[in-house]
């Protein structure tokens, strides 16, 4: 265990990986369902998925207290992963009753209900489980939550070529196999957690990790930390995950397009012929996930190769470089449908060249983030402050149903945004490299004080 990585982060890999997929695969064909299927128009899919994904992201805060507070990471992680699996079913049902709104609207709202609770309870506590793993200083974590962050991305290139290919086939009453798919994926993640738990996920001296707080000093955890009171570095430390948390709202509203307006960008607009066969517009949120794993080790060389000669740059400046790579995605896009008639569709290169580059930004931001925050955590806080890091997510994606919403649709009025009219596509993806190029700027100017606040910590 001290060589090389211990074999519960592989166990918590491949539950992720299950969970992930279950999630994008449901994420890939949630707003064409909605379009499809429902008949619903962009905007009111749009503020759906921005109120479900801003929930899902939301409870993890609240998953985390009561991690913390009673049930500890393992059974909130059970839990929650079974909650997850009937979300699913539950939309499996709605979408078996396509045709007779009274019974798929319902079933609709109370399958994402669902979902949102078993989120909360889950994503939190496995994440904060990786870095309970390691001892305290341990050089490893870094490169673990880069694998952890890799299983991630297997299961979110896997998900909309299933889901989406069961789904997506332009049969309305297909969309329920998708979403099938994705409770069997919940199901098996939750499987491979429960089996392996105990036998594998324990810390550097093989105590098992995530017992309740009572049980965890039983099974004798040094628990002095989490009784010691909070000095000022921890404060200052608290602080810096705050402000980084703030930061990141505005690059994952940008990021989240891919399940809202690029996904109906996708369907609507892009040319999809290949070899005579249509590409389904849900396969096109698989690029950022494979190229994450093809590129993940590339970034950590880097990172590893700057660092060798101490010129790794700080957390902030490796997120605010992000921001950079967000605003070149849009900037090119926004190229490419400059002056676009709303019946011409362009080459599906442009889509890919935007999830390309995003996916650079995402690996100078996300896994650095989620290291980031289980370093400057107080141990008593640990799943709370993961929380608290979802919770930026969840504002972000309530953001960006509302910045889908703006989507210019021909018919429709023309969408204003704080006084900016969006008269076509050119105009629309223009405001996601302002909000990205801003957001990056700012970012990197506040760089020196909170590494200053980190205390040698970020």
């Keep these: 265990m001290t060589q090389g990585h211990p074999k519960g982060l592989y166990v918590l890999f491949y539950t992720e990986m299950w969970e992930r997929f279950s999630y994008y695969g449901m994420r890939a064909i949630l707003v064409l369902y909605m379009t ?14 921005g109120n479900f994904t801003g929930l899902a992201y939301l409870m993890p805060l609240a998953g985390g207290y009561i991690a913390d507070r009673w049930w500890g ?9 079974l909650v997850m699996a009937l979300g699913q ?3 499996f049902l709605s979408a078996s009753n396509w045709e007779n709104p009274a019974a798929s609207h319902p079933l609709l709202w109370t399958g994402l209900g669902i979902l949102i609770l078993g989120t909360g309870l889950f994503k939190a506590n496995i994440a904060s489980m990786v870095g309970s793993l390691y001892a305290p200083g341990d050089a490893k974590k870094d490169s673990a939550f880069t694998i952890f962050y890799m299983g991630i991305n297997i299961g979110a290139f896997l998900a909309p070529l299933v889901a989406g290919g069961l789904g997506d086939t332009g049969n309305p009453g297909d969309f329920r196999w998708g979403f099938l798919a994705a409770a069997i994926g919940m199901l098996l993640g939750t499987a491979i957690f429960q089996t392996f738990k105990d036998k594998h996920i ?20 040094d628990t002095s930390a989490h009784d010691a009171p909070l000095v000022k570095e921890d404060y200052e430390r608290v602080a810096v995950i705050f402000i980084l948390s703030f930061f990141v709202i505005f ?13 109906v960008f996708a369907d609507r607009q892009t040319n999809r012929e290949l070899f005579g066969w249509t590409v389904p517009a849900s396969y096109f949120q698989s690029i950022n996930a494979v190229a994450i794993v093809l590129f993940a080790p590339v970034f950590a060389w880097i990172w590893g190769w700057l660092g060798k000669r101490r010129l790794d740059p700080p957390t902030p400046v490796k997120m605010s470089l992000g ?3 967000m605003a070149l995605g849009y900037f090119v896009i926004s190229f490419g449908v400059d002056g676009l008639e709303p019946t011409t569709k362009v080459s599906m290169m442009w889509l890919v060249s935007l999830y390309l580059l995003h996916t650079f930004g995402e690996l100078c931001l996300s896994p650095i983030g989620l290291s980031a925050v289980s370093k400057l955590s107080p141990p008593k806080f640990a799943s709370l402050m993961m ?14 149903g509302v910045l889908s919403s703006f989507y210019p649709e021909e018919g429709q009025p023309t969408p204003v ?25 700012v970012l990197f100017l506040l760089a020196r004080p909170l590494v200053k606040w980190s205390h040698g910590r970020a």
């Design 36 to 49: 499809n299927a429902l008949m619903f128009d962009v905007a009111r899919a749009s503020t759906v998925y």
């Design 73 to 81: 990471n393992r059974r909130s992680v059970l839990v929650g992963g």
């Design 89 to 91: 079913f539950v939309m």
């Design 202 to 221: 324990v810390d550097a001296q093989g105590r098992p990790l995530g017992l309740p707080p009572k049980e965890s000093r039983a099974a004798g955890h």
């Design 251 to 263: 690059f994952w509203a940008c990021f989240e397009q891919a399940g809202a307006s690029l996904t």
């Design 323 to 325: 921001f950079v790579f």
């Design 387 to 400: 929380g608290v890091w979802y919770l930026a997510s969840s504002l972000a994606n309530k953001m960006a």
């Design 417 to 441: 945004l704080l006084g900016y009219e969006i008269t076509d596509l050119h105009d629309f993806f223009l405001v996601f490299v302002a909000i990205s190029a801003f957001g990056g700027v």
